[in-house]
Nanobody, 119 residues
Framework: QVQLVESGGGLVQPGGSLRLSCAAS????????MSWYRQAPGKERELVAS????????NYADSIKGRFTISRDNYKNTVYLQMNSLRPEDTAVYYC????????????WGQGTQVTVSS
């Protein structure tokens, strides 16, 4: 059974930090490119950050560059999103995504974790 379980969301004041985690099981995590997306109320889901299967390549949305860092631990089957200098506009539900485009391709989503930045 494939599972992507996000955790670490919550309420934080502007300027604060949170670390999101996404624990994966039921598929070959080390093959998958992993990404974090977010969706704010009334807006489309957007890509926040992605990391290659080996962790050697990362990409970030312009809106979060220099503030967020994506990383992964292929021994723990977990991907992380360290979020610093949080702003009210970062408020959204954050989703973990696993994607593999080779033979037996797959595209899995977690259930999401709420991040609220407010004073």
């Amino acid at each position: 059974q494939v599972q992507l379980v996000e955790s670490g969301g919550g309420l934080v004041q502007p300027g604060g930090s949170l670390r999101l985690s996404c624990a994966a099981s039921g598929f070959s995590f080390s093959r998958a490119a992993m990404s974090w997306y977010r969706q704010a109320p009334g807006k489309e889901r957007e890509l926040v950050a992605s990391i290659s299967s080996t962790g050697g390549t990362t990409n970030y949305a312009d809106s979060i560059k220099g503030r967020f860092t994506i990383s992964r631990d292929n021994y723990k089957n977990t991907v992380y999103l360290q979020m610093n200098s949080l702003r009210p506009e970062d408020t959204a539900v954050y989703y973990c995504n696993a994607k593999y485009r080779g033979p037996g391709a797959y595209d899995y989503w977690g259930q999401g974790t709420q991040v609220t930045v407010s004073s």
